[in-house]
């Protein structure tokens, strides 16, 4: 994750991406620009940012590893998890990573209930017996 108080300047691009494949890094998150992102989707690097710009700035090397950041407003610490997908990203405290992964596999296997029977015929009302709460006007 990459603090950079959501600048328009990217700081991230193809060839870091390169890098970081060839490192093991799992993606990167930039409060921030990022450039070359049709190359970074086609390297299948996990890739967010703030904004997408084709100017970059030059690298320095400056910066810190390992230290708490603010990124949309919110701490990120070492260890935390960073879930996300094309709807967004969340950031789970590293204390609570484990019970939060099991709920969502809890929900996961409700909403797979769900769809099949929505699948067999019912509706999503049905299924989640919404009538009851609507009102009959």
């Known amino acids: 994750m990459i603090d950079v108080g959501g600048g328009p300047t990217a700081v991230w691009g193809e060839l870091a991406s390169n890098s970081c494949l060839v490192k093991g890094v799992a993606g990167v998150v930039i409060d921030g620009a990022v450039r070359d992102l049709d190359t970074i989707l086609e390297l299948n690097f996990p890739c967010f940012s703030r904004h997408v710009a084709p100017h970059a700035g030059e ?14 407003g919110q701490k990120v610490h070492t260890g935390d998890w960073i879930v996300g997908d094309e709807s967004g990203l969340i ?47």
């Open 59 to 72: 690298p320095k090397g400056l910066g810190e590893i390992g230290s708490e950041i603010e990124c949309g």
């Open 91 to 137: 950031v789970v405290a590293r204390e609570e990573a484990v019970e939060m992964a099991n709920r969502a596999l809890d929900v996961l296997e409700r909403e797979n209930r769900i769809r099949e029977e929505i699948k067999r015929g019912g509706t999503l009302s049905s299924v989640l017996e919404l009538e009851k709460w609507e009102q009959i006007r």
